[in-house]
């Protein structure tokens, strides 16, 4: 009886979870889906912001303030602008519970095999996955829609890289392998960051088949190079003392590139002082990816002066990966 009672707490306590596998609509609704996904792009592509909002659910319009439309939707716009873009598959799934966590798998030619997962606030709702772009760089599109007093409406939206010059999550973990088996730590980070970016294209939706063998590899890759990767903290053969804080990627015009990140007691608006400065760093930006086939490196600088508070203010410099000062 004692064992009876524990099992019944254990199954009240648990989420109630409904697995499904994608891809099955029903033609009826398919229509209504589609056509609802495409008016909410186009409308953000057109800059015909408050249309847009009108096919958004009520708890996802709440995240959105009204008269900073322009600022929050323009982001999705420019990707889906830049990026053409198709709805690659649709998975409509009717509740057995009320707000299980679905659960949906999908196998797509694309894309390794994934999983969308996420709490069903209304008894019947869709998935639409999209790929944004062709060739090299390439994002997933995923858009959730809820049917609430019989009208679908959008309920979320995430946009984010999944293949970043060719190569998706697991290859760029593989090329972080390899670079510290050539003892070249700044490459290997540059892979394990590109391989954190990638592994959640929708965020806290989104999970590969192999995700927490992806993760607990890349924790391992990350310690190793957190041993042997010290960039200096200061550096005092320059007369203004800049500081390297961080090497990291930075996205512009939906490419990727390597970047810097660094501290100068520099005034900001001092251009000239501010642009001597690069110049002395450029031997050293290029000693730490000297392996690195771009050409081009951007370079965000913060003026900081207190150690204790995060500066709010910086430039952000595109240069040339100039490594044929190495040879000097």
Same mark, same amino acid.
Request: hydrophobic share 40%; charged share 30%.
């Given at each position: 009886? !004692?064992?009876?009672? =524990?099992?019944?707490? #254990?199954?009240?306590?648990?989420?109630?979870?409904?697995?499904?596998?994608?891809?099955?609509?029903?033609?009826?609704?398919? &229509?209504?889906? &589609?056509?609802?996904?495409?008016?909410?792009?186009?409308?953000?592509?057109?800059?015909?912001?408050?249309?847009?909002?009108?096919?958004?659910?009520?708890?996802?319009?709440?995240?959105?303030?009204?008269?900073?439309?322009?600022?929050?939707?323009?982001? #999705?716009?420019?990707?889906? =602008?830049?990026?053409?873009?198709?709805?690659?598959?649709?998975?409509?799934?009717?509740?057995?519970?009320?707000?299980?966590?679905?659960?949906? /798998?999908?196998?797509?030619?694309?894309?390794?095999?994934?999983?969308?997962?996420? =709490?069903?606030?209304?008894?019947?709702?869709?998935?639409?996955?999209?790929?944004?772009?062709?060739?090299?760089?390439?994002?997933?599109?995923?858009? !959730?829609?809820?049917?609430?007093?019989?009208?679908?409406?959008?309920?979320?939206?995430?946009?984010?890289?999944?293949?970043?010059?060719?190569?998706?999550?697991?290859?760029?973990?593989?090329?972080?392998?390899?670079?510290?088996?050539?003892?070249?730590?700044?490459?290997?980070?540059?892979?394990?960051?590109?391989?954190?970016?990638? #592994?959640?294209?929708?965020?806290?939706? &989104? /999970?590969?088949?192999?995700?927490?063998?992806?993760?607990?590899?890349?924790?391992?890759?990350?310690?190793?190079?957190?041993?042997?990767?010290?960039?200096?903290?200061?550096?005092?053969?320059?007369?203004?003392?800049?500081?390297?804080?961080?090497?990291?990627?930075?996205?512009?015009?939906?490419?990727?590139?390597?970047?810097?990140?660094?501290?100068?007691?520099?005034? !900001?608006?001092?251009?000239?002082?501010?642009? /001597?400065?690069?110049?002395? !760093?450029?031997?050293?930006?290029?000693?730490?990816?000297?392996?690195?086939?771009?050409?081009?490196?951007?370079?965000?600088?913060?003026?900081?002066?207190?150690? &204790?508070?995060?500066?709010?203010?910086?430039?952000?410099?595109?240069?040339?990966?100039?490594?044929?000062?190495?040879?000097?």
């Amino acid at each position: 009886m !004692l064992q009876i009672f =524990i099992l019944m707490n #254990i199954a009240i306590g648990c989420q109630r979870i409904e697995r499904y596998k994608g891809h099955e609509i029903p033609d009826e609704i398919h &229509w209504d889906i &589609w056509k609802l996904d495409t008016d909410f792009c186009t409308s953000i592509m057109k800059k015909q912001n408050l249309t847009a909002y009108g096919l958004m659910s009520d708890s996802m319009a709440a995240y959105y303030d009204k008269n900073k439309l322009d600022s929050a939707f323009y982001p #999705i716009g420019r990707s889906l =602008i830049d990026y053409p873009f198709f709805t690659q598959s649709i998975y409509y799934q009717k509740a057995t519970f009320d707000k299980p966590l679905v659960k949906v /798998r999908f196998d797509d030619e694309e894309i390794k095999p994934f999983e969308i997962s996420f =709490i069903s606030n209304t008894k019947e709702a869709a998935v639409t996955t999209a790929i944004l772009g062709e060739g090299e760089n390439q994002s997933c599109m995923i858009m !959730l829609f809820a049917l609430n007093s019989n009208k679908w409406e959008i309920e979320n939206l995430r946009i984010g890289f999944f293949l970043v010059e060719g190569k998706d999550a697991e290859d760029w973990l593989k090329e972080a392998d390899k670079w510290i088996e050539q003892k070249d730590y700044a490459m290997a980070s540059y892979c394990t960051r590109m391989c954190q970016w990638l #592994i959640k294209p929708a965020n806290n939706f &989104w /999970r590969y088949d192999n995700e927490s063998e992806m993760m607990d590899k890349m924790d391992k890759l990350n310690r190793k190079i957190s041993r042997y990767l010290k960039p200096p903290h200061q550096l005092k053969e320059i007369d203004t003392k800049p500081e390297i804080r961080d090497m990291t990627a930075i996205i512009s015009k939906n490419k990727v590139y390597p970047g810097f990140v660094y501290n100068t007691k520099l005034l !900001l608006d001092d251009s000239l002082a501010i642009e /001597r400065e690069c110049s002395k !760093l450029d031997v050293v930006f290029a000693s730490y990816f000297k392996n690195m086939e771009h050409d081009t490196i951007f370079v965000k600088i913060m003026h900081h002066e207190d150690p &204790w508070t995060e500066p709010t203010k910086y430039l952000m410099k595109k240069r040339k990966l100039d490594k044929s000062l190495l040879s000097n």
